[in-house]
């Protein structure tokens, strides 16, 4: 099926999200933290001065449907935490060097779910 001429398969926000030249956020929480994302931010590294054992992030509320949160980790973490904005986990798991992790506000209904 040919696309009308002007067709955008991408928008402008979502391509500037998801390219390697937005400036990610620095975060250096202490081991046992809770962290409140911004929906202003969307690229995040951890870097905290050492491994730490517990981590707990919120992720950001307002989000329009398709928005993107993603996570670096400059150190290990023994237990990640993944809340959404009510407070329910939307997943636990580890914080490894070198592994990214990608979360999308799919609709208010689905709400935030781990996507990589």
Aim: hydrophobic share 40%; proline share 9%.
């Amino acid at each position: 099926m040919p696309l009308d001429p002007g067709t955008r398969l991408l928008d402008g926000e979502e391509i500037n999200r998801t390219t390697a030249t937005s400036q990610p956020i620095i975060l250096t929480p202490a081991d046992g933290a809770t962290v409140t994302l911004t929906n202003l931010e969307h690229v995040y590294y951890i870097n905290p001065p050492d491994s730490i054992e517990v981590l707990t992030l919120t992720l950001p509320w307002p989000m329009k449907s398709g928005g993107i949160v993603e996570l670096g980790f400059g150190q290990p973490v023994g237990a990640l935490v993944i809340l959404d904005e009510h407070g329910n986990s939307v997943t636990s798991t580890m914080g490894a060097v070198g592994v990214g992790m990608e979360f999308r506000f799919v609709n208010p209904t689905i709400g935030w779910v781990r996507w990589r």
